[in-house]
C-alpha cells in the first residue's frame, strides 16, 4: 500500500463564518453540495455518493471554525479536515482543506476538491 500524502487547498468563500460552519459541519448542509446524501448518529456521519456509503467519524470540531473527519475504511493516519479561515484585517472568509491522496491520484483529488468547493459557492450564492 502507497503512502497517502497530505495536501492543503485554500479557497476563497463570501459568506459568513457562522453560516458556511453550518454547511461543512451538519449533514444537512453537507448533503447540499459535498454528498448525495449524509446521514449522521451522534460523531459518525454517512456519505452517500451514487448507492455506494463511506462513513467518517468526527474527531475534531471547534464550533464556528473547523470540523476533522476520519474515514472508517483506511489508514489511522489520514483524515480530512474543513477549517474557516478569516483574515484579522479584511475579514475575508476562506476555506482550508486538508486532506490526503496517494501521489499518482494528486491531480484527481484536488480538481475533486475543486468540483465539490464550486458546489458549496453556489449552494451559499457566493460564486
Given at each position: 500500500?502507497?503512502?497517502?500524502?497530505?495536501?492543503?487547498?485554500?479557497?476563497?468563500?463570501?459568506?459568513?463564518?457562522?453560516?458556511?460552519?453550518?454547511?461543512?459541519?451538519?449533514?444537512?448542509?453537507?448533503?447540499?453540495?459535498?454528498?448525495?446524501?449524509?446521514?449522521?448518529?451522534?460523531?459518525?456521519?454517512?456519505?452517500?455518493?451514487?448507492?455506494?456509503?463511506?462513513?467518517?467519524?468526527?474527531?475534531?470540531?471547534?464550533?464556528?471554525?473547523?470540523?476533522?473527519?476520519?474515514?472508517e475504511?483506511?489508514?489511522?493516519?489520514?483524515?480530512?479536515?474543513?477549517?474557516?479561515?478569516?483574515?484579522?484585517?479584511?475579514?475575508?472568509?476562506?476555506?482550508?482543506?486538508t486532506?490526503?491522496?496517494?501521489?499518482?491520484?494528486?491531480?484527481?483529488?484536488?480538481?475533486?476538491?475543486?468540483?465539490q468547493?464550486?458546489?458549496?459557492?453556489?449552494?451559499?450564492?457566493?460564486?
Amino acid at each position: 500500500m502507497q503512502d497517502k500524502i497530505k495536501y492543503e487547498m485554500e479557497f476563497p468563500i463570501h459568506s459568513s463564518p457562522q453560516l458556511l460552519y453550518q454547511y461543512i459541519s451538519t449533514p444537512s448542509g453537507l448533503s447540499e453540495w459535498f454528498a448525495d446524501n449524509v446521514n449522521s448518529r451522534g460523531e459518525l456521519f454517512t456519505f452517500i455518493w451514487d448507492g455506494s456509503e463511506e462513513r467518517a467519524k468526527v474527531v475534531r470540531k471547534k464550533s464556528g471554525e473547523l470540523i476533522k473527519f476520519r474515514w472508517e475504511e483506511g489508514q489511522d493516519d489520514t483524515f480530512f479536515e474543513m477549517k474557516i479561515v478569516v483574515d484579522e484585517i479584511t475579514k475575508d472568509v476562506s476555506l482550508l482543506v486538508t486532506d490526503f491522496t496517494e501521489e499518482d491520484e494528486m491531480d484527481e483529488a484536488k480538481m475533486l476538491w475543486e468540483n465539490q468547493v464550486a458546489d458549496l459557492k453556489q449552494v451559499l450564492g457566493s460564486a
